[in-house]
């Protein structure tokens, strides 16, 4: 069965660094997204993504991320310049053709 | 989109069938009732979702009121691999949009016994 795939499953970083976390949607999917969990609270949007460009980001999305699509499979959140309140598990999902989304198995972010 | 609202908790003896109540009584026309669930710290897992019409799939059935203002989430025959946080989220689907994004509640926390 197809499934999203996301790398790395673990990231420690130190404050100021720039991460990039990496995600295989499901191949024939067109809709992207990225939600965030900080540990212990509710599963977050950041951002959808379609035809090449952000249809919808939320107030967490600032100038620190970003989003990009390099090649046909690859999709990627970026974050500039970590802080310590981006310690969090990222999900990457993608939109199946019923609206649902199916979503990775998440990268979990450190930041020290 | 519409609020829901869910139990925190519920408890389910394994083998018996669990039934996770969803209230969204300020559902629009068009909106859709889905639920996921997220097992631990995975990602979340879509369940199944519908309109109006009951809906069963392998993994669930899912029952909404006539109104359409409650539902309800069955797992037929809990596993102990169900234990999970359930969320039942109501948003506007629409095929050709990309941004109906999902905005998660607390949701209710199903632990099955032994």
């Known amino acids: 069965e197809p499934e999203v795939t996301q790398t790395p499953s673990h990231q420690v970083t130190q404050m100021g660094q720039e991460v990039i976390l990496r995600c295989v949607p499901i191949?024939?999917?067109?809709?992207f997204y990225w939600y965030r969990q900080i540990l212990g609270q509710k599963v977050e949007f950041l951002v959808s993504?379609?035809?090449?460009?952000?249809?919808?980001k939320s107030e967490i999305f600032d100038d620190q991320f970003s989003v990009e699509r390099p090649d046909g499979s690859n999709f990627t959140l970026k974050i500039r310049s970590t802080k310590l309140e981006d310690s969090a598990m990222y999900f990457c999902?993608?939109?199946?053709?019923?609206?649902?989304?199916?979503f990775g198995e998440g990268s979990r972010l450190t930041v020290l | 989109d519409a609020k829901t609202t869910q139990p925190p908790s519920m408890d389910c003896a394994e083998g018996r069938a669990a039934n996770l109540p969803c209230n969204h009584s300020?559902?629009?026309?068009?909106?859709?009732v889905y639920w996921y669930r997220q097992i631990h710290s995975q990602g979340p897992q879509y369940i199944i979702h519908?309109?109006?019409n009951n809906e069963t799939n392998e993994m669930a059935s899912l029952i909404i009121t006539e109104d359409r203002k409650s539902s309800t989430l069955i797992l037929p025959h809990a596993t102990l691999r169900d234990t999970a946080v359930y969320y039942c989220?109501?948003?506007?689907?629409?095929?050709?949009?990309?941004?109906?994004?999902?905005?998660f509640g607390t949701g209710t926390r199903l632990t099955i016994i032994p």
């Open positions: 993504f379609y035809n090449n460009e952000i249809s919808e």
């Open positions: 999902a993608s939109r199946g053709p019923a609206g649902e989304l199916f």
């Open positions: 519908g309109l109006k």
């Open positions: 300020t559902i629009s026309g068009n909106e859709y």
């Open positions: 989220i109501v948003r506007v689907y629409e095929p050709n949009f990309g941004n109906e994004k999902l905005t």
């Open positions: 191949s024939n999917h067109l809709y």
